[in-house]
């Protein structure tokens, strides 16, 4: 293919009107109601951090690896990529103002994604980068002058970039050895992935063996050990629709889009279901070009296809910025027509020798741009402001409206999160109102149409009692949440005890929450201790599972079902005290904080016996969790139920090592920094502290080493101007193989 060419998708460009990549004009629906706001980020003003950038950063953080879990484990966002983004630049911002507190597992110094137990993990021969996003022309614009800067980009001689159609769908690593398929790994967090092997084998437009034409490209006529070929998985609409067909058909839930569906697809116990599910692939990337004779993207996508593999023909090199604009525009407007979901554009320095030149920051290559495209948007009318009352008693507003196709799939309702975001959004019932998918995934409510309001449409009130138990509700001063705080009420009750099952609490596969209804329904659990000592196998096979056959008849659990599931119950009573502590689902106790107390106190006893004074001088906990925890630990009612939870053998201790190493580092500090290529950042910081070393996220005075890796940072930085000794990763792995300090 020739430097010009272009694919046919883009053969008819747009003439004419507004730029169709420019989002809502000033004035129209949507315009006061940006897509990156919502309070499941907290809204803090520009200067908020200034006052405590240290708190801040710690909220950022934990906020950051609880929405990573629920996109890439969960494949279940509860927030919009803007929010996330927003979250994370604010991170950015702070760690660059306030570079001592960089810590070593931010998400700005890493891949965000999750490594699940289910698979064998995979070690990637080159780590798996995000890549950053433009959320407008002007960050586009700005990224793309940056780069020609760096480049030294003239008018004579410009910088090319390769521009490829995002694909929404689930990144994947394909391993080849002599041209032969060995191994596919999904991105996880970037440097360990999961062993899909056996699924992607049935993804059928996955070479197992490389065509001869491509083999003939490669230096020394072979691959020699492996290389390892990235890209994307993905299920096609029409494979969607007919999944989701039969899933109502037989009763189930719908995946909510196609990534999801394509997710869950690849990551099944299975490979049959695998099969049945029609997914495909685009590829686009290679760990390591070096074996290759091609030396920029464009020619690398025709080598691609030379091998046998799936390349998406959308693309266009493109040699300025009204060029890569045109692109975008293009991409946009097609974007109905194509067989496959995309969310935006990747722009990419076209030549390899550009990209080693510009290199990576610590989560993203410096030569490469994810230029998202605004949220599709529709006019419907809303019906209902019905109440929702969650796990911690948050009384939460949805908006239920006409059923409406939006992004590929129809919306019927979406959270409105508070009585402020309402009033913000000046919504009514009866309303016209405009909804999008925010990041294409989460509905969104973006505001009224005010000129087609009723003249009888009443404005909204929170109510002052609870919707499910009829107790008084409260809102604490600096809180934007109403609550109810009885711990009987029904609707709190459910939510407890779906968040006592999940994942990071205690892993009990199989209870769903439209089982754990029917359970609380038929009377058989009403609190986390039911699980185990009034819950048995042959009740549970009995129980409804809250789906009906086609014929209208209950599905019921089963034998089978019910012995798999007290199964996990069972292997859930040793999880240890973290996980308990994090499922009993205390206010404000995330899952870091869980641990920390676990780690610090050891046992439930000793927890129980401290005051709050001293639980807030564990680390990471402080004085707000501190009184939350013995709020919660002062409920005679709680208490009971852990009485319970120990009578029914669940673990409340927190093991301990049999064997510790001696403490051979005990008073040193280290600060680890840049990218490690034998460690990650939490092996490296686990050994260490296993020889008595503190391991800390910024470099001060008090700091006695850092071990630095490639592309290490500010903290390198920093330690050099104050005298700091510098280990590399060799250095390290003699301190964690002696547990002595080499001799400077």
């Known amino acids: 293919m020739s430097d010009d060419s272009t694919p046919s998708l883009f053969d008819a460009m747009p003439e004419g009107g507004a730029d169709p990549v420019?989002?809502?004009?000033?004035?129209?629906?949507?315009?006061?109601?940006?897509?990156?706001?919502?309070?499941?980020?907290p809204a803090h003003p520009a200067d908020t951090h200034a006052k405590d950038p240290a708190a801040r950063a710690a909220e950022l953080r934990h906020l950051l690896d609880y929405h990573a879990y629920r996109y890439y484990a969960l494949d279940d966002?509860?927030?919009?990529?803007?929010?996330?983004?927003?979250?994370?630049?604010?991170?950015?911002?702070?760690?660059?103002?306030?570079?001592?507190?960089?810590?070593?597992?931010?998400?700005?110094?890493?891949?965000?994604?999750?490594?699940?137990?289910?698979?064998?993990p995979v070690t990637h021969a080159a780590r798996m980068y995000s890549i950053d996003d433009a959320m407008n022309l002007d960050e586009?614009?700005?990224?793309?002058?940056?780069?020609?800067?760096?480049?030294?980009?003239?008018?004579?001689?410009?910088?090319?970039?390769?521009c490829e159609l995002k694909i929404d769908g689930l990144g994947v690593a394909l391993t080849y050895r002599d041209g032969a398929f060995v191994r596919a790994a999904t991105r996880g967090d970037g440097t360990t992935g999961e062993d899909v092997s056996a699924n992607v084998r049935t993804i059928r437009d996955v070479p197992m063996h490389l065509k001869p034409e491509g083999?003939?490209?490669?230096?020394?006529?072979?691959?020699?050990?492996?290389?390892?070929?990235?890209?994307?998985?993905?299920?096609?609409?029409?494979?969607?629709?007919?999944?989701?067909e039969q899933a109502d058909s037989e009763g189930r839930?719908?995946?909510?889009?196609?990534?999801?569906?394509?997710?869950g697809s690849l990551r099944q116990k299975d490979p049959k279901i695998t099969a049945r599910r029609d997914l495909e692939t685009f590829i686009y990337a290679v760990a390591d070009e070096d074996p290759l004779h091609v030396t920029t993207q464009h020619g690398f996508l025709e080598w691609l296809k030379s091998c046998g593999f799936s390349v998406n023909p959308n693309w266009r090199r493109c040699k300025t910025a009204a060029e890569v604009h045109q692109y975008c525009a293009d991409a946009l407007a097609n974007r109905d027509g194509l067989d496959y979901d995309i969310d935006g554009v990747v722009v990419k320095a076209d030549n390899f020798a550009s990209q080693e030149a510009l290199g990576f920051t610590a989560r993203a290559p410096r030569w490469a741009i994810a230029f998202k495209f605004p949220p599709e948007e529709k006019r419907t009318v809303l019906r209902d402001i019905r109440i929702q009352v969650g796990r911690t008693g948050v009384l939460t507003p949805v908006a239920e409206f006409d059923p409406v196709v939006v992004a590929g799939s129809t919306i019927a309702r979406a959270t409105l999160h508070n009585e402020d975001e309402v009033r913000r959004k000046n919504v009514r019932v009866g309303d016209t109102i405009v909804v999008h998918k925010a990041g294409d995934v989460i509905p969104e409510v973006v505001?009224?149409?005010?000129?087609?309001?009723?003249?009888?449409?009443?404005?909204?009130?929170?109510?002052?009692?609870?919707p499910s138990c009829g107790s008084p509700v409260v809102r604490e001063e600096g809180e934007v949440a109403w609550r109810c705080v009885s711990?009987?009420?029904?609707?709190?009750?459910?939510?407890?005890?779906?968040?006592?099952?999940?994942?990071?609490?205690?892993?009990?596969?199989?209870?769903?929450?439209?089982?754990?209804?029917?359970?609380?329904?038929?009377?058989?659990?009403?609190?986390?201790?039911?699980?185990?000592?009034?819950?048995?196998?042959?009740a549970l096979a009995a129980c409804p599972t809250g789906r009906v056959s086609v014929a209208g008849d209950d599905i019921l659990v089963g034998k089978v079902i019910a012995a798999k599931v007290m199964a996990q119950v069972e292997e859930s009573r040793g999880r240890g005290l973290a996980r308990v502590l994090f499922g009993l689902g205390i206010r404000h106790v995330g899952e870091q904080v869980a641990r920390s107390l676990a780690a610090e106190f050891g046992s439930l006893d000793r927890l129980q016996a401290a005051d709050e004074e001293r639980i807030a001088a564990v680390d990471g906990v402080g004085p707000k969790i501190a009184r939350s925890v013995r709020e919660f630990l002062a409920v005679p009612e709680n208490v009971a139920v852990l009485e319970r939870l120990r009578e029914a053998r669940v673990s409340l201790e927190e093991e301990r090592p049999a064997e510790e190493r001696p403490q051979t580092l005990t008073g040193l500090t280290f600060v680890l920094t840049g990218t490690l290529e034998r460690h990650t950042r939490d092996e490296a910081k686990a050994a260490l502290q296993a020889l008595g070393a503190k391991v800390s996220g910024s470099?001060?005075?008090?700091?006695?080493?850092?071990?630095?890796?490639a592309a290490a940072g500010s903290k390198l930085t920093k330690a050099e101007s104050l005298g700091v000794p510098v280990f590399d990763e060799a250095a390290l792995d003699h301190i964690l193989a002696t547990g002595e300090v080499p001799s400077e």
């Open 77 to 120: 966002p509860e927030i919009t990529d803007a929010q996330f983004d927003r979250m994370l630049r604010e991170l950015q911002a702070i760690e660059e103002l306030h570079p001592e507190l960089v810590t070593p597992d931010s998400y700005t110094q890493r891949v965000g994604g999750f490594v699940s137990r289910q698979f064998a």
């Open 140 to 162: 586009l614009d700005e990224w793309l002058a940056r780069t020609d800067e760096a480049l030294g980009a003239s008018e004579a001689n410009p910088v090319a970039y390769t």
């Open 447 to 466: 505001g009224p149409v005010l000129e087609l309001r009723p003249a009888d449409a009443p404005e909204f009130r929170m109510p002052r009692t609870c």
């Open 253 to 263: 839930e719908p995946f909510a889009n196609p990534r999801n569906a394509a997710a």
């Open 487 to 538: 711990i009987d009420c029904p609707a709190q009750a459910h939510e407890r005890l779906c968040h006592w099952v999940s994942r990071k609490a205690m892993d009990i596969d199989g209870l769903g929450d439209e089982l754990i209804g029917s359970l609380v329904a038929a009377g058989l659990v009403s609190d986390v201790a039911d699980f185990y000592d009034g819950l048995d196998e042959r």
């Open 699 to 709: 470099v001060s005075k008090k700091t006695s080493y850092v071990v630095a890796g």
């Open 215 to 244: 083999l003939r490209r490669v230096d020394g006529g072979g691959f020699g050990h492996s290389l390892e070929i990235r890209g994307e998985v993905y299920m096609p609409k029409h494979s969607f629709e007919r999944l989701n």
């Open 22 to 41: 420019a989002g809502p004009a000033e004035g129209q629906a949507g315009a006061s109601a940006p897509d990156d706001q919502g309070p499941a980020v």
